[in-house]
């Protein structure tokens, strides 16, 4: 399996009166700046067969962003991805065919730590992805056996190859 792994966009911030955590949406620079990020992931590489987000707002928002950069990728809404532990997300994406590539679109700590356990390593906070920044690995087996690390670009990058 290649895994994408996307943070969300820049979102309105958590402490906004009146705007609960959970449908906290992308601000209109973020949707801009990432617009412009997915532009950059589809420049350099082909669509996924299946996008998953969160089912939050933000990244829901962010995948369907990039769903139509790569003109038309279906997004699946997947609970784990919306705060679920490592091993929420894992046991979701161990149901796709080993084969595939998949981008996922989530929130953090959740993507480090998943990121980190791909790879093997317990420093996630090592790994933190910035508010539109991806990361790319090859799984060649199990998820549990982890995985390599292709490549990790901050949302800066991706806009730039946008």
């Not at 994408?4 to 949406?25: C, Q, S």
């Not at 990039?66 to 038309?72: E, P, Q, S, T, V």
Request: glycine share 12%; hydrophobic share 45%.
């Amino acid at each position: 399996m290649r895994l994408l792994i996307v943070r969300h966009g820049i979102a309105i911030p958590r402490e906004t009166p009146d705007i609960p955590d959970d449908e906290r949406t992308l601000t209109p620079r973020g949707v801009k700046r990432f617009r412009s990020a997915a532009r950059g992931l589809a420049r350099i590489m082909k669509p996924p067969d299946l996008l998953l987000s969160s089912p939050l707002p933000r990244a829901r928002q962010t995948a369907d962003i990039a769903a139509k950069a790569w003109k038309g990728v279906k997004v699946k809404e997947e609970e784990a991805l919306g705060g679920g532990s490592v091993q929420e997300m894992a046991t979701a994406l161990g149901k796709l065919p080993p084969d595939a590539t998949v981008g996922i679109f989530g929130h953090e700590p959740g993507l480090s730590e998943l990121l980190a356990w791909l790879l093997g390593t317990p420093h996630a906070d090592r790994l933190t992805l910035k508010k539109g920044g991806a990361a790319l690995l090859e799984i060649p087996g199990l998820l549990a056996e982890g995985g390599v690390l292709i490549w990790y670009a901050p949302p800066r990058l991706l806009r730039l190859a946008g």
